[in-house]
């Protein structure tokens, strides 16, 4: 009776170890929304310094580094990123939790893909959009502000989601530094009698219903911010 | 003289698409130029609110040099009308007419609104003032993108090939707005094919050919003696045409 060891097993290990694993399906959530809105967010400054016409010397020195952060975080694993910031701030003499470490790393992990999404979605915008607002006289940030970011963001919001998506599965390197996110919590459940294929058949559907989930949810946003604006070419 | 443009030229880089060009504009004027493609119509016209920085030459406006001006107050003095209409995708047509006001003007919303209302109602879009811009045809875009200028209060007007982008039974009812916003006196440059329209709307016309001013003259001396031999050429074949 294999499956009904099987079966058997997981239903042990969840009854045992329910509020572990509900707490690392808190913590991956946690890691990927936190991950996402700070990525979010500090992308939109960097994907301006990167797109910013007519740039100064300032700006050009912040779009040489903009670049070199783009670069090395999507050209490294995030296993990787993440053992040098948990350490190497221990090294420095801050002494921080794995979480907090987890929540920089993702953030700095997801920044560097959402400014590339970004800067995508404000190519797309026709220049005649750009043109028309400098026109009437806005200043470059204020165009940026008022006309480019509105239709950017709503033309990448398809991959910022999945950017989210992404997350709620890759935040599962983070067990390294010893966060304890789903998959660390079901390994360790596992570990107690040696169930590893139970133990991951478990995490693989926690992910499964949070991805599924999550996309739903995006998908439903989607649609209420409404269909991608591009131009439409014969506009008559 | 509101706009004077003097040894105007500009180079792309790979080759000079204005080579000197001295024009200008009094108030009140409107002044229609043509010409054939990749002449440097268009080019003149963006060199006036600087989306394109002038490789050397002078523009004054107003009698003052548009180089010690800031540019954004200058292009909130100048309207601009696209060929492709570039109405803001992401804001309703009223929206499209207020954001300059409040963003640049730093008018008041209620203010604003009024103005938008009034212009819109200038170009016949009055009711559509909460419409999606998605939803108009490419001449009530047009117009719309008209009533967006017109609410800044510009001094002047540039059109940039207004109704290139149209159909043509949509052609009629953007050109019957310009020469209603001619009405009201202001000012306006407009480069344009429509022959017949320059005819009417203008009181001057400047025929430019490669890179420069070839004809410059009041409308119906233009049409109907016009001094120079590509000139006469060109004028033939739109009548023949």
Not at chain 1, 65 to 82: D, E, K, L, S, W
Not at chain 1, 194 to 218: D, G, H, P, Q, R
Not at chain 2, 41 to 49: E, G, P
Request: glycine share 8%; charged share 20%; net charge neutral.
């Amino acid at each position: 009776m294999l499956y009904a060891s099987f079966f058997g097993w997981i239903a042990r290990i969840v009854g045992e170890y329910s509020l572990q694993i509900l707490k690392g399906i808190g913590i991956t959530l946690l890691l990927s929304l936190v991950g996402t809105v700070v990525g979010f967010i500090i992308a939109c400054i960097f994907s301006y310094i990167k797109t910013k016409k007519d740039a100064g010397v300032i700006c050009r020195i912040l779009r040489v580094f903009v670049n070199a952060y783009v670069t090395v975080i999507r050209g490294t694993p995030m296993m990787v990123q993440a053992l040098i910031f948990y350490y190497s701030f221990k090294l420095m003499g801050i002494n921080w939790d794995p979480l907090a470490s987890g929540l920089f790393t993702v953030s700095i992990n997801t920044t560097a893909y959402l400014t590339e999404v970004l800067r995508g979605g404000i190519e797309s915008v026709d220049n005649g959009q750009y043109e028309a607002a400098r026109s009437v006289g806005m200043g470059s940030f204020q165009t940026m502000l008022f006309v480019i970011y509105p239709q950017a963001i709503k033309n990448s919001m398809a991959a910022i989601g999945n950017e989210f998506i992404v997350n709620i599965k890759d935040t599962s390197v983070l067990n390294v530094i010893g966060v304890i996110e789903v998959y660390n919590a079901c390994l360790m459940a596992g570990n107690k009698y040696f169930k590893v294929v139970e133990a991951m058949s478990i995490a693989a559907i926690i992910y499964l219903v949070l991805t599924l989930t999550s996309s739903y949810i995006l998908k439903a946003i989607e649609r209420r911010v409404g269909s991608p604006v591009k131009e439409i070419t014969s506009s008559n | 003289m509101i706009l004077s443009i003097k040894n105007l030229k500009k180079d792309f880089g790979y080759g000079e698409v204005l080579r000197d060009v001295n024009f200008e504009v009094e108030k009140g004027e409107c002044v229609c130029v043509i010409g054939s493609s990749g002449s440097g119509k268009s080019t003149m016209l963006r060199c006036i609110n600087l989306l394109e920085t002038p490789t050397s030459g002078d523009i004054y406006f107003n009698d003052v040099d548009i180089k010690t001006i800031n540019v954004n107050t200058l292009r909130s003095r100048i309207g601009m009308v696209f060929q492709s209409f570039n109405l803001f995708n992401n804001m309703n047509v009223i929206k499209n007419c207020t954001v300059g006001q409040i963003k640049v003007l730093k008018r008041n919303k209620e203010d604003a609104e009024i103005e938008a209302l009034k212009e819109l109602e200038r170009v016949g879009m009055k009711d559509f003032a909460y419409k999606d811009i998605k939803t108009l045809s490419g001449g009530q875009k047009q117009r719309v993108a008209i009533a967006r200028a017109l609410s800044m209060n510009p001094e002047i007007m540039l059109f940039d090939e207004p109704t290139s982008a149209l159909d043509p039974e949509m052609v009629g009812e953007v050109l019957n707005v310009i020469k209603q916003v001619k009405e009201t006196g202001m000012t306006m440059v407009i480069v344009t094919h429509e022959m017949q329209f320059a005819r009417e709307v203008s009181t001057r016309v400047v025929f430019m050919n490669d890179g420069v001013i070839l004809e410059d003259l009041p409308t119906e001396e233009f049409f109907t003696n016009p001094k120079n031999e590509r000139t006469k050429e060109f004028l033939k074949r739109y009548i023949n045409g």
